[in-house]
């Protein structure tokens, strides 16, 4: 199983763009890459989800490097409603059965 | 669609009492899982299923016991409470096999507490 590591936390001001990194060393040949939000009291939340190079959608991108130990989540212009914990989490059709979450990143935006 | 739906809410047990958290998704996913997330923490997997009759342990399974006896339904089942099991519970849900990068359904989330 891929496992994550991603920083703590992180402290951004409304209207910035925020980068979160996640290290995935022994992610497998079949692996996807997927981010997901979560509130206080919420479940988590689908993000965004990529293989390689770059992913965009109307709330994120993703950037994913040709060897694919990391990708970085990349939030434009955030808002204070974007406060919440963030997660990387890796998996694809060898580990489709075990889904396994890292720790997260708790992302606080200041006004 | 009502996606993932968990009852109940919210739970006080006393140690050594049993229950069953009740899961039910409504997209025809083939895999379903549950997790514990502690205060403060991140989400550990209790267990999962890949289709009916067919369950397997994750990180955590101790004091827990699940079946697959439908594609919709995935209980947890708690025998002997203890305070360690007080936490929020979250099931969710995936197509499943031919669609590995689909994304986890995430319920609401059950939050029990053990005194």
């Known amino acids: 199983l891929a496992k994550t590591t991603q920083p703590i936390s992180m402290d951004s001001y409304e209207g910035q763009e925020v980068n979160i990194t996640c290290s995935h060393n022994?992610?497998?040949?079949?692996?996807?890459i997927t981010w997901y939000q979560q509130f206080p009291s919420q479940g988590p939340r689908f993000i965004i989800q990529g293989y390689k190079t770059k992913v965009t959608n109307e709330v994120a991108s993703l950037f994913i490097p040709a060897d694919r130990k990391s990708s970085t989540l990349s939030l434009p212009r955030v808002s204070l409603s974007d406060t919440a914990v963030y997660y990387c989490?890796?998996?694809?059709?060898?580990?489709?059965?075990?889904?396994?979450f890292g720790s997260g990143t708790q992302l606080t935006v200041l006004p | 669609n009502a996606g993932v739906t968990q009852t109940p809410k919210f739970r006080i047990l006393k140690i050594g009492q049993s229950m069953t958290l009740q899961c039910t998704q409504d997209?025809?996913?083939?895999?379903m899982y549950w997790y514990r997330q502690d205060p403060g923490m991140g989400l550990k997997l209790i267990y999962y299923s890949v289709g009916a009759g067919i369950t397997d342990k994750g990180e955590v399974p101790n004091g827990y016991n699940v079946s697959r006896s439908t594609t919709e339904d995935f209980p947890l089942r708690l025998e002997l409470a203890a305070p360690s099991q007080t936490s929020v519970y979250f099931c969710?849900?995936?197509?499943?096999?031919?669609?590995?990068?689909?994304?986890?359904?995430f319920g609401n989330g059950t939050r029990l507490t053990v005194t």
């Open positions: 969710a849900s995936r197509p499943g096999q031919g669609a590995a990068s689909s994304p986890l359904h």
């Open positions: 022994n992610i497998a040949t079949n692996d996807y």
């Open positions: 989490l890796v998996g694809g059709q060898s580990s489709a059965r075990q889904l396994t």
């Open positions: 997209m025809n996913h083939n895999y």
